[in-house]
C-alpha cells in the first residue's frame, strides 16, 4: 500500500464531533496506514480568516513529501482553502483536493461571524486536481454548488440528490463513498451513505 497524507479541514461550528463523517474517515484512514491531521481550527463558532490562513499553512507544511498529499475540506474550509489560492499561500501543492458542501457567497454575506470568509474572485488558478461534492438541497448554498462554484472554477462536480449540507443533520456519520475516493479518485459520490 503505498501511504498517503491527510489534511481535514472542517468548517463553522464545527467542534470536530466523533459521529460526523470528518472523525469516521480520519480514523479509517488512521487505521489504514496513512498519516492523517484533522486540527480543531481556532475559533470554530466566530472564525478569524487570517488566523485559519495561519493555521492552514502550518498544516500543510507538516505534510510530508514524497508521499501523496490529500487535503480535503467541507463548508467553511472550502472558502478557506480559495481564499488561501487567491492570496497564492504557499504549500498549497499538494496532490488533489477535495472541497465539500461549501457555502454561497449569499450565505455567508448574510452572517456576521463568517462575512468575511465569502468567496474571493473568480476565476482562480487552483493550483491541482480538485474535485467539488455537494448535496442539491443545501440550505448553505441556496444558488447550487455548481453554479456557485463548480462552474466558475471549472471543476468536476457531483451533486448529490437530497445530502443537504454533507453534514450530521443530513446523515453524513459514516460515508464509505469519501473513504473509497480518498483510497481511489476515480470513485463517484453518486449515493447517499448506508
Known sequence: MTSRSFLVLHGWQNHRPPGHWQHWL?????????????????????????VWLA????YLEGLPRGAERVVIAHS???LLWLHAVARGTTGLDVDRVLLVGPPSASTLLGLPEVAAFAPPAFPLALPGPTHL?????????????LVAYGDPLGI????????????LDAGY??????????????????????
Not at 468536476?156 to 453534514?167: V, Y
Not at 473513504?179 to 448506508?194: I, M, Q, S, Y
Open 55 to 58: 493555521e492552514l499553512s502550518r
Open 133 to 145: 461534492v455537494a448535496g442539491d438541497n443545501d440550505s448553505y448554498c441556496t444558488e447550487g454548488a
Open 76 to 78: 467553511l474550509s472550502v
Open 173 to 194: 456519520g459514516s460515508w464509505p463513498a469519501v473513504l473509497d475516493w480518498c483510497l481511489d479518485d476515480l470513485v463517484k459520490f453518486t449515493a447517499r451513505p448506508a
Open 26 to 50: 480520519a480514523d479509517r484512514l488512521t487505521d489504514l496506514g496513512h498519516l492523517v491531521v484533522y486540527p480543531q481550527l481556532p475559533q470554530p463558532d466566530d472564525p478569524d480568516l487570517d
Open 156 to 167: 468536476p462536480t457531483e451533486i448529490i440528490p437530497g445530502a443537504g449540507h454533507l453534514d
